[in-house]
């Protein structure tokens, strides 16, 4: 028996006061409360029962016990019931005219006398900021008898309109530095917030808070920032009384929790109700380890410092979009908190209706690699981050890990920098332009080339080896050491010169840093050997999809057929032996248009390759099914939809003097480490004179590993059109006699 029900006369006995015993004579004892109702059955159960109503104390309770029970029979009835939970002790001295208090603490698993004492006699501090009314929630917190405090409290309740107010910033100082716990509350607007708490030196402070919706409010930042303002944007005041009364009240619920002593991992939560769906949501506010304000902020820096390496890690997920490291369900667990239009870093996944449900086209935010300004801000399909795959679980994770993978690469401010200029850094700097690759000519005109043509196709001004800059450190897996690349072609969004410029090549995230650095690694394979192709026009041969016997192609086919269009396969793989694959998909009704699209996958295993182009491909479909608007694509895509015909591009055909290429042809041999691709491609690089690099681009604060990959030489399929792998691989290849000249290249943008 427990000790505080075997002492007599010093407490009351009987069943929790949120539960009401019902006797049912020969079948059981049922306790009925709020959430269901508990049946206690046995052979004395109904005897005792009317003895816990409370008013006994354990002498009491034995001396009025009926015939045939014994104190021990009791005692152990007594002591199952109590580790149920289902009885409890009740003070001499309770009020019970409080008998509702009581049974609410009771049913929160406490004690209540505690409870209330608790309750009762601490001091609550209150602060309102702008118009909220001060009054009217010092009366919510009157009405559950908290006690209010014009000096500092055990708790502070802040009510805001705003929770990225400027004197909220104040506010987390003062009490981090005093070490006191505070509650954030918006009681205004359609939809209103409670949460979360805040106690310094255990979980998230404000500013980690402020990161997350800061980040998430690109299109009120754009409009501040152009019209010289800084800070929220005011907003108008929405809202009925008793929705902020009934924010108001629930704060004050929250707070005598708070006091009463539960704590509970959801109380680091916002938890917002929308009037207007009556749907309430939980937001979760996690700490950032990089906080400057509870954290360390020069995590990031230092992690660029140091050596990226690489240990053994086995392939536990082989099928739909590549050899991972964890299955794509574990990452979509593990991660999904990162979902969310708060605090999350994608404000929703969801499936892109245009086209058929077998596409398997996500969307999951903008997409920064689009650029800043209006265009950004667009909802085009390259403005969204977007996820593909054979399953719709592949699909969602890869729209995820997409998104994670753009915000860890936007540049933030807390990144590793060097500053100097190229000449002054010395061999540490690699040049831009061995991995910008723009042709000298390239740069006479380019105000006008931007000018018609979308921001992807971006040419930059020449590079002075002369002009000061960021630069930040890489690991160069060769050479075993750091090399420098100027800062803004590393992270979106970061200051730097008219010279440099940044995109997403090479940039990957995965479920473990081996799996994140084999697909950046496979990315700048694949967009080499398609630029190579692409811009030389050249004849390549197709692939025997029967030979793959794989259920999905064929089922890809069928689907494609139905919308009246065919697809093929190309075989673009270059130099490197990594199988890269092209699919194509035009329209076969004889109308005014073909509509055109393409896909590119690189593997491997040529299985996944050829996976991977048709996935993309189906990514890429809802720009010409169902409802898209043609008015929300950027110019090079409008207008390669609008004038292409196979017919005028031969090479995008098989070549029809080879012969197609089966599932065989580039003799694959499994192998169950990544680590172990990744040196293989690796070992083909530096065979050809070139160089891996990689940085970690993790955020703490996420955890998924990002990094980007970095191979001076391979090049973008962007139009690009330095001399070098572009000019010479296909003589290198006999596939063209000799290099093409400059004005030979094609003139059509690679609109991917």
């Known amino acids: 028996m427990r000790p505080e029900l075997a002492e007599p006369d010093a407490h009351r006995i009987g069943f929790r006061r949120h539960l009401r015993p019902q006797i049912v004579r020969g079948e059981a004892v049922y306790l009925i409360g709020e959430s269901g109702v508990t049946a206690i059955q046995g052979p004395h159960v109904e005897s005792l029962a009317p003895l816990l109503d409370g008013t ?101 309740v802040v009510a805001c309109a705003d929770y990225l107010a400027s004197e909220l910033r104040d506010i987390d100082d003062a009490h981090r530095a005093a070490g006191k716990p505070w509650l954030l509350v918006k009681p205004v607007g359609a939809e209103v917030s409670v949460g979360p708490f805040f106690t310094p030196g255990d979980g998230p402070c404000w500013r980690c808070l402020a990161a997350r919706l800061s980040a998430n409010r690109k299109a009120e930042a754009h409009v501040r920032r152009r019209c010289g303002q800084r800070g929220p944007a005011p907003r108008p005041l929405i809202g009925l009384p008793s929705l902020t009364a009934m924010a108001l009240e629930i704060a004050s619920v929250e707070t005598a929790k708070w006091l009463a002593g539960i704590r509970q991992d959801t109380q680091r939560s916002i938890w917002s109700y929308d009037s207007l769906t009556m749907q309430v949501t939980q937001h979760d506010v996690r700490v950032r380890p990089q906080c400057s304000g509870c954290g360390d902020p020069g995590i990031v820096a230092r992690r660029a410092f140091e050596p990226v390496e690489l240990t053994s890690r086995a392939k536990h997920s082989c099928d739909g979009g590549g050899h991972r490291s964890s299955p794509p369900q574990e990452v979509l667990d593990t991660y999904r908190h990162l979902i969310g239009p708060v605090t999350g870093i994608v404000k929703e996944i969801r499936r892109d209706d245009n086209g058929p449900e077998f596409f398997n086209s996500f969307r999951s935010g903008s997409n920064i690699a689009a650029g800043d300004g209006i265009e950004g801000l667009r909802s085009a399909l390259r403005a969204d981050t977007g996820g593909k795959g054979v399953t719709a679980l592949d699909a969602q994770v890869g729209a995820l890990c997409e998104a994670v993978e753009r915000r860890s690469g936007s540049f933030v401010g807390d990144e590793a920098v060097v500053r100097g200029s190229y000449r002054s850094l010395g061999e540490r700097a690699i040049h831009p332009d061995t991995v910008q690759h723009y042709h000298p000519r390239q740069f006479t005109g380019r105000e006008a080339w931007n000018a018609a043509h979308s921001s992807f196709q971006h040419v930059t001004a020449p590079f002075d080896d002369d002009e000061v800059m960021d630069w930040t450190p890489l690991w160069s897996f060769t050479e075993q050491r750091h090399k420098l690349l100027p800062t803004g072609m590393l992270y979106f969004g970061a200051p730097c010169p008219p010279s440099v410029t940044s995109n997403s090549n090479g940039c990957a995230a995965g479920s473990s840093l081996e799996d994140a650095v084999l697909q950046g690694l496979l990315e700048l394979v694949e967009r080499d050997a398609v630029a190579i192709w692409w811009y030389n026009r050249i004849p390549m041969p197709g692939v025997d999809l029967d030979s793959f016997q794989d259920p999905w192609i064929s089922k890809n086919d069928e689907v494609h057929a139905s919308l009246g269009r065919e697809v093929w396969l190309l075989d673009v793989t270059a130099d490197l032996g990594v199988p890269v694959m092209v699919a194509v998909s035009r329209r076969t009704d004889g109308g005014p248009r073909e509509d055109v699209v393409l896909g590119c996958g690189a593997h491997l295993d040529p299985r996944i390759a050829a996976r991977r182009a048709l996935t993309e491909l189906n990514q890429c479909m809802p720009m010409v099914c169902g409802s898209a608007d043609p008015r929300t694509l950027d ?61 970690d681009q993790t955020r703490p604060d996420f955890g998924l590993p990002v990094v980007r990959v970095v191979v001076p030489g391979l090049r973008h399929f962007w139009s690009r059109f330095a001399q070098g792998r572009l000019y010479d691989v296909p003589v290198q290849l006999g596939l063209l006699s000799r290099p093409h000249r400059y004005d030979e290249l094609n003139p059509i943008p690679l609109f991917m």
């Open 56 to 156: 006994r104390d354990l002498a009491a309770l034995l001396r009025d016990l009926p015939a045939g029970l014994t104190a021990d029979v009791v005692g152990r009835m007594l002591t199952r019931l109590a580790a149920a939970g289902l009885i409890g002790r009740r003070g001499e001295d309770e009020d019970c005219s409080a008998e509702a208090t009581l049974a609410y603490w009771d049913a929160a698993g406490l004690d209540p006398a505690d409870a209330v004492t608790a309750t009762t006699t601490s001091l609550v501090s209150v602060v309102t900021i702008g118009d909220i009314d001060r009054e009217a929630l010092v009366d919510a917190l009157h009405r559950n008898e908290l006690t209010v405090t014009s000096g500092n409290g055990d708790l502070t």
């Open 635 to 695: 110019v090079d895509v409008r207008r390669w939809f609008e004038d292409t015909k196979v017919s005028d591009h031969p090479w995008l055909r098989p070549d029809p003097t080879r012969p197609a290429r089966d599932v065989l042809h580039h003799g694959y041999t499994h192998r169950g480490d990544l680590v172990d691709d990744i040196r293989s491609i690796q070992h083909t690089l530096e065979a050809r004179g070139m160089e891996l690099l990689a940085l």
